[in-house]
């Protein structure tokens, strides 16, 4: 594939040119290092590194074309440069022209909100690919390209990555793709340019505030998602969540809502709640299907009537999105149960936020009249005003607590755990700063009968401790330590 730089840019907006736009470019790149001869580099700025930095590396791997938003004095014609006000979305710009606009041909499904996007995904591709509806996913555990399954770096990829998964889709014959769309993702113009044919909210809560800062901000950037919809799309609205009503104010799309306390056009019964699944009876505009959820807990409910709204919008029978439904039988890091030969209940999530910490406990107790234990941390350098809040719901609502490392990053694990204990009244806790030890400790502290909830790091199989990626998975830890 190769394009003339002239014709990327033609309508673009571009400050200014140095050097000659009547040249071939054969590929994009904001990476330096996947840079190729005859490259157009877009230098991103990053929040610990500037791709200026990198620019004579581009240029020594071939580089024809700069893309920066800053004026670089005595460029010397070292290739063509183009100063653009706002990386970021020339990049998504630039990318979505080079590919011809995959969106155009591909139903992109976008799934934002604060906890469930990863397990509604998954659902979504599952009824999807029953219905013979073959489809691409890019999300935060894992990316399909819809012939391997990649590492996910970012729960939303950038635009250029996003649009070349796309493209790879498209050439095998894939016309749907499933989109967890963060709202660092929007915020940082991730998605810009992507048309969505479907977008879904499944709730709002706090998080990511070392980001955002103030939970207006966070807000805001979801429901970018939604104003940039147009009048053919479709949005699928948990109506339980404050948020609905601002999403349907702002969004052109038709809105299908979904609920289990208000009246919607996708609403639920629930008949049992187990550790191993829910049973339930899904209502569609009044036609009933039974459903096997084999995903516990009423968090997973609404996970499972969000996914039914996009089977249903695109015209999908609730019969195959029954059947999509009942194959998954679980969703990596998110409740999901450690299997062992000691007859306990263990459970690894991934909840890292104070209403995702809060629902995995009130879920946890609805399935035993013994003990809940959970064992969890919170991340360094990411948001530390919920450190206390989860401290809090963590002690009111469990039995008993093991606080312990999380990823620790930059910061001093004993300070992230003395943070969180300042939102502590109770004295039903301990701490074992090594999470190792801290599993050890909890897993000894558990009795038949007992749930014990792994929480914080879900699907993750690293600790991030100082600039060290180590390798950690709490899944095999915790059958390490019970088979020894």
């Not at 073959?134 to 996910?152: C, Q, R, V, Y």
């Not at 998964?165 to 940082?188: A, F, P």
């Not at 996009?310 to 015209?315: E, R, S």
Request: a positive charge; glycine letters at 8%; aromatic letters at 8%.
């Amino acid at each position: 594939m190769a394009k003339l730089l002239e014709e990327l840019i033609s309508d673009l907006s571009v400050n200014k040119i140095l050097g000659d736009k009547k040249i071939t470019i054969t590929g994009i790149a904001y990476h330096s290092q996947k840079v190729r001869p005859n490259y157009l580099f877009v230098a991103l700025e990053g929040s610990k590194t500037s791709g200026i930095q990198f620019i004579e590396e581009a240029l020594a791997k071939g580089a024809v074309a700069i893309a920066s938003n800053q004026i670089i004095p005595n460029w010397n014609n070292k290739a063509t440069y183009l100063q653009v006000a706002e990386p970021r979305i020339f990049l998504a710009q630039v990318a979505n022209k080079f590919y011809n606009f995959p969106t155009r041909r591909i139903k992109l499904i976008g799934v934002t909100g604060t906890n469930g996007k990863t397990t509604t995904a998954y659902l979504i591709k599952s009824i999807l690919d029953t219905a013979g509806k073959t489809s691409g996913l890019l999300g935060t555990i894992k990316h399909f390209d819809g012939e391997n399954w990649l590492k996910a770096e970012n729960t939303t990829p950038e635009s250029l990555d996003i649009i070349q998964i796309l493209t790879k889709l498209e050439h095998k014959g894939i016309n749907y793709c499933v989109l967890e769309v963060s709202s660092h993702g929007l915020e940082l113009h991730r998605v810009f340019g992507l048309r969505f044919s479907v977008g879904v909210f499944t709730n709002l809560t706090q998080d990511h505030l070392d980001f955002h800062k103030t939970i207006e901000a966070y807000k805001n950037a979801k429901l970018k998602l939604f104003a940039g919809l147009d009048k053919k799309a479709i949005a699928i609205v948990n109506r339980d969540d404050d948020l609905a009503y601002e999403i349907d104010q702002i969004s052109q799309a038709r809105i299908i809502y979904y609920s289990l306390k208000n009246p919607a056009e996708i609403t639920a019964k629930i008949l049992d709640l187990t550790p191993l699944g829910t049973k339930l009876i899904l209502n569609s505009e009044g036609t009933e299907v039974a459903m096997n959820l084999r995903l516990p807990g009423t968090p997973n409910v609404y996970n499972l009537l969000a996914a039914a709204g996009v089977g249903l919008a695109l015209g999908i029978s609730l019969a195959t999105i029954k059947t999509g439904i009942e194959k998954v039988k679980f969703i990596p890091g998110r409740l999901e149960r450690v299997e062992n030969d000691k007859g306990l209940l263990v459970f690894v999530d991934y909840a890292h936020s104070p209403d995702a910490l809060k629902n995995l406990l009130m879920t946890a107790r609805a399935f035993t009249k013994k003990r809940v234990l959970i064992l969890f941390g919170c991340g360094g350098n990411r948001d530390k005003t919920k450190r206390p809040i989860m401290g809090r719901i963590a002690t009111e609502l469990a039995d008993f607590v093991v606080l312990t490392s999380d990823n620790p990053r930059d910061e001093d694990p004993q300070k992230i755990i003395e943070d969180i204990k300042t939102g502590i009244t109770k004295s039903n806790f301990e701490v074992v700063p090594d999470r190792y030890r801290a599993i050890k400790r909890i897993l000894t502290l558990a009795q038949m009968g007992d749930i014990v909830l792994i929480a914080g790091k879900g699907h993750e199989d690293y600790q991030i401790i100082g600039n060290e990626k180590r390798h950690f998975d709490d899944k095999q830890v915790v059958k390490q330590i019970l088979e020894s």
